[in-house]
């Protein structure tokens, strides 16, 4: 049940195309769901984030959407670029301080130009 | 800008010794937290630390591992008797306050086990 599940497990897109990475839960106390950006030999460092009480959440080219009753969530990243080439991690946590952030399996995304 | 450093960058160790890997967090927060990332694999939660003491742990998380806090700024992670399994990229992450879901990661010590 603390399960986040993430589909594809990678991803190649033509520079200018749409990414799209989806995850799913199961534990309905997660009310924070995170998205992180990982570049090889690095650490995981958080892109944008979302809580249930909205359906979207826009920064610059990357967009969050979010189904409450579906328990699924996924990312959107507009005009991708080949320096978007990174492994991306959907996660979810429950709030307040000293939670543990549950992370899906990773989807290795390359933009080719 | 604020960051979390971690040192050593990469640790080669014998099986069955003991490694520290280092982790100094954001100076004003107040949550710390270790994961590992085995290569290839989802990042994953060990333990969680607060007020100097562990708040949270994951099964992963033995009597083989410990954490401490033993001066205002350093966050250790101790692995008492390394096995080849505990090969990892280990992550340090911190959080500033109460309410406060975001977690800032470190680059990584790599743990390599022979």
């Known amino acids: 049940q603390q399960q986040v599940k993430q589909s594809p497990q990678s991803l190649i897109v033509q520079k200018g195309g749409i990414s799209i990475i989806n995850c799913a839960y199961e534990n309905t106390a997660f009310d924070y769901f995170p998205w992180y950006q990982q570049f090889p030999g690095k650490g995981p460092a958080l892109l944008i984030a979302i809580r249930p009480d909205v359906s979207e959440k826009k920064e610059g080219r990357f967009t969050i959407s979010f189904n409450k009753s579906a328990k699924q969530f996924s990312l959107h990243i507009m005009d991708s670029q080949p320096g978007d080439s990174a492994t991306y991690f959907c996660?979810?946590?429950?709030?307040?301080?000293?939670?543990?952030?549950?992370f899906g399996t990773g989807t290795k995304l390359q933009v080719i130009p | 800008e604020p960051e979390v450093t971690q040192t050593p960058s990469h640790q080669v160790t014998q099986m069955g010794q003991e490694v520290i890997l280092r982790c100094v967090p954001i100076s004003n927060h107040l949550y710390f937290y270790w994961y590992r990332q085995i290569l290839g694999q989802k990042v994953e939660f060990l333990v969680s630390?607060?007020?100097?003491?562990?708040?949270?742990k994951s099964e992963i998380f033995d009597d083989q591992f410990s954490v401490e806090r033993p001066d205002g700024s350093n966050f250790t992670l101790k692995i008492r008797s390394t096995k080849l399994e505990d090969s990892a990229m280990y992550f340090c992450a911190s959080s500033a306050e109460r309410g406060s879901n975001e977690q800032f990661f470190g680059p990584g010590t790599r743990l390599t086990v022979l």
């Open positions: 996660a979810a946590s429950k709030s307040g301080g000293y939670q543990k952030v549950t």
């Open positions: 630390f607060y007020n100097n003491e562990i708040s949270e």
